[in-house]
């Protein structure tokens, strides 16, 4: 940055000179994604002038590692927003199929059970247990009791 700086200064270039006027706090408190913008920006300003910089100290290499990272890191935000979208697009199907899942229950698997009530009282029996046992996961919030009058004693 000092270099950047220097070279701003010297050939009177305000809107560099504007962009590199900053602490290194100022820098360190930016967001990833603001700084790497930032660090875009400044790159962006080196070009056409890379033998002037490097007589201030700042290299053609140092400018390209500073490009590659930044597309190093434009990747690895790709990458984890399609790793998101992925797994968000897996968890909407999982909460679809057990919807879907549900509905064969309740709609076909129920009502073709009641069929068996009469025919196979021992299978329609033990198909209403399991049913049992996997609706006792489900829980409902009790409903507050009325309260008591003591005037008015329930009968």
Known sequence: MSSLHTYAHEHDKPEILNRVEKSE???????DTTLILEAQDLVKFTQGIETELADHGLTAEEIASVTEL?????MAMKDLGTSEAVGTSATKSVYQLMN???D???NQLNIYAEKFKTKNPDFYNQYVSASRVIASGVRYEKKPEAPTNPNNPPA
């Open 25 to 31: 706090g100022y820098f360190r408190r930016m967001r």
């Open 100 to 102: 879907e899942a549900k």
């Open 104 to 106: 064969i229950v309740d």
């Open 70 to 74: 930044a597309a190093a890191f434009e």
